[in-house]
C-alpha cells in the first residue's frame, strides 16, 4: 500500500461546480497536510497548509482533514476554468525527517 | 513566502554527459530538498539537501549519480551525472516542511537525448 493515494482522475466538471479531491493514506504520524496546485509546464503553488484535524478555508478554496479516518479533501466552490490545473496533496510528519509525500494529483478541467 | 530561482528552467543534453541544476532561495531557509516529477508518477524524494554536510539520498538515489552542494542557507545544487533518457524528468527543489509552508521552485525540465 503507498502511503499517499490520490485518484489520478481525470475530473471534468462544468463551470460552477463544487469540486471534491481526495488522498487517504497509511501512516497516522503524518500531522501537516497541504494541497498544491500545478499548471501544465509549471512548478506546483502551494494552495493550502493545515496541521492536524479540522477545516481551513481561503476564499473559494477549503481544506479538510479527518485523522481518525486518515482522509484529506480539498473543496473548491463556484470553479472557474482558470482552476484547471493537477492538485497534489501532500504531508509531513512532525519532527525528524520533514520531508513531504505526495499523491499522485488529480487532473481538473472545468468547462465555461 | 520565500521567493525561489531554479535555473536552468529546461534543457536538452546528450546521454554521458551531467547537467548542474541550481536553486536560489531570498532568504535563509533550515530545510531543502530535490524532486523529480516524471509523467503520471508521484513526486519522488531524491534527496535532502543538508547545509554543511552530506545529503541524504532516498532509496534508489545515490551520490555518484546524483551529487548535491548545499554550501549556505540559501543555495544548493543538484547535478545529473552521466545522463541517460530515464532521466529525462521534471527537477523541482523544495525549500521548507514539516511545521513551515514549503514552496517549490519552478522546476527544471530536462530532456536526455
Known amino acids: 500500500q503507498k502511503e499517499v493515494e490520490q485518484d489520478p482522475g481525470p475530473l471534468s466538471v462544468p463551470e460552477g461546480a463544487i469540486v471534491s479531491l481526495n488522498c487517504t493514506y497509511s501512516?497516522?504520524?503524518?500531522?501537516?497536510f497541504m494541497w498544491y496546485r500545478q499548471y501544465s509546464r509549471k512548478g506546483p503553488e502551494l494552495l493550502m497548509y493545515?496541521?492536524?484535524?479540522g477545516n481551513k478555508e481561503d476564499g473559494r478554496f477549503t481544506a479538510q482533514v479527518d485523522k481518525s479516518s486518515k482522509y484529506i479533501s480539498l473543496f473548491i466552490r463556484d470553479s472557474q476554468p482558470s482552476d484547471s490545473a493537477t492538485y497534489l496533496c501532500?504531508?509531513?510528519?512532525?519532527?525528524?525527517?520533514?520531508?513531504?509525500?505526495f499523491g499522485k494529483g488529480t487532473k481538473l478541467t472545468v468547462n465555461p | 513566502s520565500a521567493v525561489i530561482s531554479q535555473k536552468p528552467s529546461r534543457d536538452i543534453c546528450q546521454r554521458g554527459t551531467s547537467l548542474t541544476i541550481q536553486c536560489q532561495v531570498d532568504?535563509?531557509?533550515?530545510?531543502m530538498f530535490w524532486y523529480r516529477q516524471q509523467p503520471g508518477q508521484s513526486l519522488t524524494l531524491i534527496a535532502t539537501?543538508?547545509?554543511?554536510?552530506?545529503?541524504?539520498?532516498e532509496s534508489g538515489f545515490v551520490i555518484d549519480k546524483f551529487p548535491i552542494s548545499r554550501p549556505n542557507l540559501t543555495f544548493s545544487t543538484l547535478t545529473v551525472s552521466n545522463m541517460s533518457p530515464e532521466d529525462s524528468s521534471i527537477y523541482l527543489c523544495?525549500?521548507?516542511?514539516?511545521?513551515?509552508?514549503?514552496?517549490f521552485g519552478q522546476g527544471t525540465r530536462l530532456t536526455v537525448v
Open positions: 501532500a504531508m509531513s510528519f512532525q519532527g525528524g525527517s520533514e520531508k513531504l509525500v
Open positions: 501512516n497516522s504520524a503524518f500531522q501537516y
Open positions: 493545515t496541521y492536524s484535524s
Open positions: 532568504s535563509q531557509v533550515t530545510m
Open positions: 539537501a543538508n547545509q554543511g554536510s552530506e545529503a541524504t539520498y
Open positions: 523544495l525549500v521548507g516542511g514539516g511545521n513551515t509552508e514549503a514552496f
